[in-house]
């Protein structure tokens, strides 16, 4: 979920400004443009079951609010957000439409805070899965099919479709679990924190909404997660090699 209380009209131009120098270095060079096109369909895949994620979770919950909205649904169309694809295609992060929810339909099994959190961390969940499950697709035609396949022009687009896959999955998963809002992370972390940590968080979450947009426009963003990234993309591809032994 990424949602802005304030104005976007200025973080949509320097995003447009962003993505046109990107398209223009792009456009020049040949190899880096079929990258780009390689990307969308990993970019369809993990913004559809991100934000599925949350409203399947909140409505197993006991909120029908995404499910009256159409949002339970693996149809793209209905998730993407026209800035947040664009980001994910030219930064490697970025967001999709989000899911609205009201907690005060969850079921009272757990708090709304909890129950909150759970929904929201599903959509990042939902990423890192699917980047295990194609990277086991990736190992499995990789051992199965062997070099010959992967070699040829069928096989080598196939590899790279999964390959962009995997990795805006991960991009996207732990971008969306960065502590600050409007990212996922920021209600995640919600149950864990004392009383006076909440209360603080909640009353600034304006202020912090605008300090990650200076960490996110400044390159800072990318600095704090890249480790992070790293971590998880080696775990997930130290997975994969098991299978190819």
Known sequence: MFNFSFDKRMIYIIIGIMVLTTLVQYISNPNALF?????????LIAITFHEF?????????????????GRLTLNPFAHLDPIGSLMLLFAGFGWGKPVQVNPRNYTRKISMEKADAIVS??????NILLAIVFTIIYCLIYKFAGVGFVTTTVG??????????????????????????PLDGSKIIMPFLPYKAKEFFVNNEQLFSILFVVLWITGLTSIIISPVINAV???ILNLGSLIIR
Do not use: E, R, W
Request: hydrophobic share 50%; proline share 7%; net charge positive.
């Open 35 to 43: 990258g780009l096109l390689v990307s969308i369909p990993g970019v």
């Open 53 to 69: 994620a949350h409203g399947f979770v909140a409505y197993k919950l006991g909120d029908n609010t995404a499910k009256n909205q």
């Open 121 to 126: 961390a599903a959509g990042p969940i939902m």
């Open 156 to 181: 080598y687009v196939v590899m790279l479709l999964i390959s962009a896959t995997i990795t805006i999955n991960i991009g996207l998963g732990i971008f969306n679990l960065i502590p600050l809002p």
């Open 233 to 235: 993309t080696t775990g």
